[in-house]
Each structure stands twice: as C-alpha cells, then as structure tokens.
C-alpha cells in the first residue's frame, strides 16, 4: 500500500469513531507510523493513540518496533505532545531495550539533565543498563532542533538571565555565531558584562511577560518541583 493509501484509510478511521476499535486496522495503522517515522510531516498525535489503544484491546498483537517508533516520533514533537499520556497506554512489564532507550531520553529531557542528554547522543552513552544506539537522533536535524527549543523553553521559565557558557552548554551549541542567531530567534539577546572585574557574555531573556502568566509555567512544571528541576540545571 502506497503512502496515499495509507493516509486515506487512516483519515477514514478517524473520521469512523467505530473503526478505531477494530482489529483489522491494525496493519494500516502500524504502516502510517513507519510513514510518519520516516517524515514527521505525517506526524497525528490522535491517529498514534489510536493505534496504542488498540494494542491495549488487543495485546497478543503487542509490535514492540512499533512502540518504539512512535515514541521516537513523539520525541520528534516533544513541544507539543505530552509523552505521559503515551507511556500510560504501553504496559511497562512489556519494555524491551529498545523501547526502553528512548524512555530513558524523554527521562533525561523531563528531569533537565542537558548535558546528560546530549552526551547520551553524541557519544551514544546510555546509563549502565543500556547499549542501545542512539546515532539516529544525533543525524536528525529536526529532533536537535526540536530537542533545542523544549530546553530553551523550559530555560525561559526558570531564568531572566543566564551565562553564555552554561547555556552553550545545556542547548549543544559550542559555535557563538549559531547560538546567537538561535537565541535572537527566540528572544533572548548576549550582553558583556563586568563581574568582578571580570568580562563575561550573559544571555538575557526577553520573554519574561510571556513566562510570567501562570498557565504557561503549569505547561512545564508543578509548584513542588520548580526548585528541584532549576537545581538540577546548575549541575
């Protein structure tokens, strides 16, 4: 079946709320999310839970490179798709390696351990348990800016200023030109500064009216764990 095909029927299957329980589109189904794995533009959150929820019906029919796929494209779109609500309809006693690799990157990226993370992918370290490689997502251009500006997101909550150094380091940005454009684009701007008697280039957030409305630091964090996730950071 080609992609045309493919993304009709899915269509069809949402637009039919009584197909979405049906076992027999369950091979359409896990052919759009190889679509969707290889080009993100095919990307529906609604057409991935639907199928997650049909491998909850209907478990003898449990595709573990299936789950790992779509949890990568959820990496993919990490700005705009909540993760949990994907993990709550995969039974953990089912995890293999494979699956479990990608959790543990969302585990990095939830808890603020930049420079964990992006060791992780640049020089494929996992923790102890873990071998997998993770080679994909350093190649994909896409998932490293995605990955770039969840982190600058949750960074422009936390912080009104921060040094260029730290913020080189928590976005993988070691070339200055790059991450001035980068920052510019998303409204913060680099200063020199004297500290001390000492010059040091600070990065100056400029979405503070933004980050200061209550509902948009409920889309990150919770009141209790504010002080935990800004502590990690300076690790």
Same mark, same amino acid.
């Given at each position: ?66 789950? !790992? #796929?779509?949890?990568? =494209?959820?990496?993919? @779109? &990490?700005? /705009?798709? $909540?993760? *949990?609500?994907?993990? +709550? ?25 930049? !420079? #964990?993370?992006?060791? =992780?992918?640049?020089? @494929? &370290?996992? /923790?102890? $348990?873990? *071998?997998?490689?993770? +080679? ?100």
């Amino acid at each position: 079946m080609d992609i045309n095909n493919i993304m009709e029927e899915v269509q069809a299957i949402k637009v039919l709320p009584h197909m979405m329980f049906n076992a027999s589109k369950l091979k359409v189904l896990s052919d759009y999310v190889n679509v969707a794995f290889e080009n993100n533009e095919y990307y529906d959150n609604d057409v991935m839970l639907t199928l997650l929820r049909l491998f909850c019906l209907y478990p003898h029919c449990y595709d573990k490179d299936i789950i !790992k #796929k779509i949890l990568i =494209c959820v990496l993919y @779109n &990490i700005n /705009n798709v $909540d993760m *949990n609500m994907y993990m +709550s309809l995969i039974n953990s006693s089912l995890y293999d390696d494979n699956i479990k690799s990608v959790i543990y990157i969302y585990e990095l990226i939830k808890n603020c351990q930049y !420079k #964990k993370l992006w060791n =992780c992918i640049n020089n @494929n &370290i996992g /923790n102890e $348990d873990n *071998n997998c490689d993770y +080679s994909y997502l350093k190649n994909d251009k896409n998932f490293i800016c995605n990955i770039r500006k969840y982190i600058l997101n949750t960074i422009s909550i936390s912080f009104e200023s921060i040094y260029l150094k730290n913020m080189s380091e928590y976005l993988n940005i070691q070339d200055n030109t790059q991450l001035e454009q980068f920052l510019n684009e998303n409204k913060w701007t680099i200063k020199m500064i004297n500290h001390k008697g000492k010059n040091e280039q600070i990065c100056y957030n400029g979405n503070i009216e933004t980050v200061q409305n209550k509902k948009n630091i409920n889309t990150y964090f919770t009141e209790d764990n504010i002080g935990s996730y800004i502590t990690k950071l300076n690790h």
